[in-house]
């Protein structure tokens, strides 16, 4: 069985702080992602990763940063948090073929 | 940006009523759908995917309906029980592009 594990289920941070959000997966899975998740918003691609040390935008970068040292991991980096950044953020991966992604649990993060 | 557009919302049924999920998409070189459910506090999982050379798959009690002239998918949940109420996400992908561009979801509350 996949297995994709996400740091924290639930976060609180305040305005300013640098927050780091991991996710491990267990499957060789070349492919790795971050979603926001918000009420009537559905699922919005932050970046994703595509191979170590390799890292694209997605449709909503801005205020993020990211970063996959090893194949396993990927990491997403608020630099500077703020109140709009409070969501429910998923981690997934897949391999190449098929395109089927296998996501974590979710961090919920409040940004206070 | 490329859109997948989702309706309805929210969807109410009974047991045993049949709920009909539908989807519409723009990109023409998609040639990945993939559902995803999602219960409370999890993430989401795939649920059935239809490539476009099919017009229809089922998996147990779940149905995909494909009409590529239209450019629209929907799902069929036949004999609907409470244990089906879930956010259910259409979605996406092709080509060499590993990106699932997803729907906004819709809520489905099957009454006892």
């Known amino acids: 069985d996949v297995k994709v594990t996400q740091s924290s289920r639930y976060l609180v941070k305040r305005t300013g702080e640098k927050v780091f959000l991991e996710c491990v997966q267990d499957m060789d899975h070349e492919n790795m992602f971050w979603y926001r998740q918000d009420p009537g918003l559905g699922l919005r691609l932050i970046y994703f990763?595509?191979?170590?040390?390799?890292?694209e935008k997605g449709d909503i970068p801005e205020g993020y940063s990211v970063s996959r040292e090893k194949k396993e991991r990927f990491s997403l980096i608020l630099e500077s948090a703020s109140t709009n950044q409070t969501s429910m953020y998923l981690c997934a991966s897949s391999s190449t073929v098929p395109h089927e992604q296998y996501f974590g649990p979710g961090t919920r993060l409040t940004v206070t | 940006q490329q859109q997948v557009k989702q309706s309805p919302q929210s969807l109410i049924v009974q047991k045993g009523g049949i709920p009909i999920i539908n989807c519409a998409y723009e990109?023409?070189?998609?040639?990945?759908f993939p559902w995803y459910q999602q219960f409370p506090g999890k993430g989401p999982a795939l649920l059935i995917a239809i490539r476009p050379d099919v017009s229809e798959k089922k998996e147990g009690r779940f149905t995909i309906s494909f009409n590529k002239s239209a450019k629209q998918f929907s799902l069929h949940i036949m004999d609907s029980q409470p244990g089906d109420s879930a956010t259910y996400f259409c979605?996406?992908?092709?080509?060499?592009?590993?990106?699932?561009?997803f729907g906004k979801g819709t809520l489905l509350t099957v009454n006892p």
């Open positions: 990109n023409t070189a998609f040639d990945y």
């Open positions: 990763s595509y191979d170590v040390k390799m890292k």
């Open positions: 979605a996406g992908s092709g080509g060499s592009n590993y990106k699932l561009t």
